[in-house]
Every structure is written in structure tokens, then in C-alpha cells.
């Protein structure tokens, strides 16, 4: 199976700050024929399911505020946040879809400063 | 939209088989673009999928080893919902269990989620 590990296990930071999150899969999660990174992120708040906030690593779900970035390749891979706002306070959680078992990172608490 | 409701019991004692329902609306549920899934989360286990069915040409399902003996996942046509059996739980099942629907890769649509206590 594919361990994601993410850290930290959780952060606060100021609102209007920067909030950077790093996951780390223990293997390659690309496919040469796509070249695409299988990587999900997702937010999810008190009460509520994950909600998807990037895919393919950097893409955009829709309706996601532009403060919300997504990059990284190959094993490591960030989703920052650059102006924290009070809505943003979840726990985020990166996934692989690469292959099954669909494998969670362990989620970042993400609290205001 | 696509959406997903989950129902079933929320307390199934020790021994004796979980079973929940996804009903689908706002897509088919043999489209052969779309994968079903069931996702549990607990606080010891954090978020674990536990398998998918889906439909290209002929129906596949795929299942977590961790609980490979004990799971079916049952797509039902007719109702345009899915299913979720599994047996023989302990009280190490007990935990808040999700429906998804995986479309051009993503989980996009989660439903509202069932909280599960195995307890006699």
C-alpha cells in the first residue's frame, strides 16, 4: 500500500497569513502515460465529508477560492493557503488515487493563531 | 446535481453484518464513467477506503484487504443505489462511514455519512 504522510499533524497561523501543508507518498504516484501526479486534497470541517479542494495535484476544484494552491511532483506535494481567512479553519487531508487501496494522509488540523 | 444519501442503522451489535445504502441521484449508477466507493473514518484509523464498484462493460469490484474476507459491495440498477455488507463486525468497526462518487478521477460527491457503533 501507498503511505501518505503529511505534515504537521497540525497549524495555526495567523489570519492573513500564509498556511503551507506538505504530504509525502511513499512511492511515485504518476503514471508515465499521463504524467499527471494522482493526488486529491481535500477540506473537511466539523460535522461535514471531505470536500475536494485540488485534484491532479494543482487543479482547482471549482468554486475553490484562488488563495488555495496546489503544486508539487513525484513524492512530495503542498497545498497553501496565502492569505489564511476564518473560513479556512478544517482539517485537510491528501489522498492518492494511483492505485488501490486509495490511501489518506493521517489529515492537518488547521486552526487560527 | 449529483447527490448521494446514505441510511442504514447507526448501531449493529458485536458479530452480526453492517449494511448501508447509497441512493444516486443525478447520475446512473452504471455509467462507465464513474466509480462508487465506501469510505470510513474513525479517530484510530483516520480516513480508509474500503472498496468501489464500477461499470465498464461488465461490473468490477475492488475491496480493501484489511477487510477483503469480511466486505460486498453491491451495485443495485434498479434502485440506482449501491450497497455496503459487512460481517462478522467488532467494536473495531465502529466508525462514521461515507458513500463517494469518483468521476474523472476525483471523489467529488460524498454522501452525508452514517455513524456506525458496533455495541451490544
Known amino acids: 500500500d501507498i503511505v501518505m504522510t503529511q505534515s504537521p499533524d497540525s497549524l495555526a497561523v495567523s489570519l492573513g497569513e500564509r498556511a503551507t501543508i506538505n504530504c509525502k507518498s511513499s512511492q511515485g504516484i504518476s503514471y508515465s502515460s499521463n504524467n499527471k501526479n494522482h493526488l486529491a486534497w481535500y477540506q473537511q470541517k466539523p460535522g461535514q465529508p471531505p470536500k475536494v479542494v485540488f485534484y491532479w495535484a494543482s487543479t482547482r476544484e471549482s468554486g475553490v477560492p484562488d488563495r488555495f494552491s496546489g503544486s508539487g511532483s513525484g513524492t512530495d506535494f503542498t497545498l497553501t493557503i496565502s492569505s489564511l481567512q476564518a473560513e479556512d479553519v478544517a482539517v485537510y487531508y491528501c489522498q492518492q488515487y494511483y492505485s488501490t487501496p486509495y490511501t489518506f494522509g493521517q489529515g492537518t488540523k488547521l486552526e487560527i493563531k | 446535481q449529483v447527490q448521494l444519501q446514505q441510511s442504514g442503522p447507526g448501531l449493529v451489535k458485536p458479530s452480526q453484518t453492517l449494511s448501508l445504502t447509497c441512493d444516486i441521484s443525478g447520475d446512473i449508477i452504471s455509467s462507465n464513467t464513474a466509480a462508487w466507493h465506501w469510505i470510513r473514518q474513525s479517530p484510530s484509523r483516520g480516513l480508509e477506503w474500503l472498496g468501489r464498484?464500477?461499470?465498464?462493460?461488465?461490473?468490477?469490484?475492488d475491496y480493501a484487504v484489511s477487510v477483503k474476507s469480511r466486505i460486498t459491495i453491491n451495485p443495485d440498477t434498479y434502485k440506482n443505489q449501491f450497497s455496503l455488507q459487512l460481517n462478522s463486525v467488532t467494536p473495531e468497526d465502529t466508525a462514521m462511514y461515507y458513500c463517494?462518487?469518483?468521476?474523472?478521477?476525483?471523489?467529488?460527491?460524498w454522501g452525508q455519512g452514517t455513524m456506525v457503533t458496533v455495541s451490544s
Open positions: 464498484t464500477y461499470y465498464t462493460s461488465k461490473w468490477y469490484n
Open positions: 463517494a462518487r469518483q468521476f474523472n478521477s476525483v471523489f467529488g460527491v
